[in-house]
């Protein structure tokens, strides 16, 4: 097991609920991530949180939305999610934004129905 | 088209054998290139990371080889184990230091069989 925790490691959520998703890295890194990946597609960035400030954000819907906390947490807020969305999310920290070396968390499995 | 394209798409080979993953990238210019390891159910694990000055790098039985001039690099698997089946992906960082970006590939699923 990696230095970085995701919880909660399966999601089923209907498409008017409301969840949140959490990382938590051990490892003193100063960046996080979110990634999405979908079946047969290449991990797609999402957010980038570097010194606990949104630093990127690649076009997501707002049905997404991020929070970090402090350097060593980062959540994802659902809120009316499409079916499309069902995917597994990854987190990741580095030691800085764009660094070399990214851990990546073991990933919450979500499913919209 | 998807700037890092890796093949085959999917492998299975038995138990003690090698095979080789290959990594198509068009990204450029481009600062390194990394190999990971995922885990059905798991996120990935860096593998090795290379630089554009380095043409291989080794990590136990694991070879990574890059061409930049081919804008090719390859994954060599020697001796497969049943623990190395698991989804191989290519990454290639481009961009300048603390701004990076990274372009993945859509990953090689191998399998190995006793």
């Known amino acids: 097991e990696t230095g970085v925790t995701q919880t909660p490691r399966h999601l089923v959520m209907g498409m008017t609920n409301k969840k949140s998703l959490k990382c938590e890295q051990h490892l003193g890194h100063n960046a996080m991530y979110w990634y999405k990946q979908s079946a047969k597609k290449p991990l797609e960035l999402m957010f980038v949180?570097?010194?606990?400030?949104?630093?990127e954000n690649n076009s997501v819907p707002s049905r997404f939305s991020p929070e970090c906390p402090n350097s060593s947490h980062l959540f994802l807020h659902l809120h009316t999610l499409q079916p499309e969305d069902s995917a597994l999310y990854l987190c990741a920290s580095s030691q800085r934004r764009g660094g070399l070396e990214q851990y990546f968390g073991p990933g919450t499995r979500l499913t919209v129905t | 088209k998807n700037q890092v394209e890796q093949s085959p798409q999917s492998l299975i080979i038995l138990e003690g054998k090698n095979c080789t993953l290959q990594c198509n990238y068009t990204v450029s210019p481009f600062s390194n290139l990394r190999w990971y390891k995922q885990d059905t159910g798991r996120g990935p694990v860096s593998l090795t990371i290379?630089?554009?000055?380095?043409n291989t790098k080794s990590n136990g039985r694991y070879t990574a080889t890059l061409d930049a001039d081919t804008k090719q690099s390859s994954l060599h698997i020697t001796a497969s184990q049943l623990s190395d089946s698991a989804s191989y992906i290519c990454v290639v960082s481009l961009g300048d230091f603390g701004n990076e970006k990274l372009t993945f590939g859509t990953g090689t699923r191998l399998t190995i069989i006793p």
């Open positions: 949180y570097s010194l606990e400030e949104r630093v």
């Open positions: 290379m630089t554009f000055s380095e």
